[in-house]
């Protein structure tokens, strides 16, 4: 699920997920040197990808997130994770999910991945408004 990239970044791949739900994600970083105890995620905000957590495990970082599938494709959502005594240390996230519109196929998640919720959607076609006939 999670690779380092020649950049020194990591991709974290989640599966397919169904549009207009809410994901929980969880991921083991392996050690980064560049990386303190006191990890928090970089002033560059997105709206569909949020840190809920970093916990620093034997094996490196469990990191906690929350996604939110807002459209279908193939879509990466980017996090920096930066140390509050570090001059610019920081290592870059891609998390990359495979989104499925919600009338095709099931979803099929990687570990560490699991549903919290679908967002609300409007459905016109189930509207009692008319318009001003």
Do not use: N
């Not at 970044?9 to 969880?26: A, D, M, N, Q, R």
């Not at 034997?58 to 930066?82: I, Q």
């Amino acid at each position: 699920m999670v690779t380092q990239e020649s950049d020194s970044s990591f991709l974290v791949k989640v599966g397919f997920l169904k549009i207009l739900h809410k994901y929980e994600i969880t991921f083991t970083l392996p050690p980064v040197h560049r990386l303190s105890k006191d990890i928090h995620e970089a002033p560059v905000p997105s709206l569909h990808l949020k840190l809920l957590s970093v916990v620093p495990v034997p094996e490196g970082y469990s990191v906690k997130c929350e996604y939110s599938a807002h459209k279908e494709g193939v879509l990466k959502e980017e996090m920096l994770l930066a140390c509050e005594g570090g001059a610019g240390a920081c290592v870059r996230v891609m998390v990359q999910a495979r989104v499925m519109d919600r009338h095709h196929g099931t979803p099929m998640l990687l570990d560490g991945v699991k549903c919290v919720g679908a967002e609300l959607e409007y459905d016109s076609e189930h509207s009692d408004w008319h318009g001003f006939d």
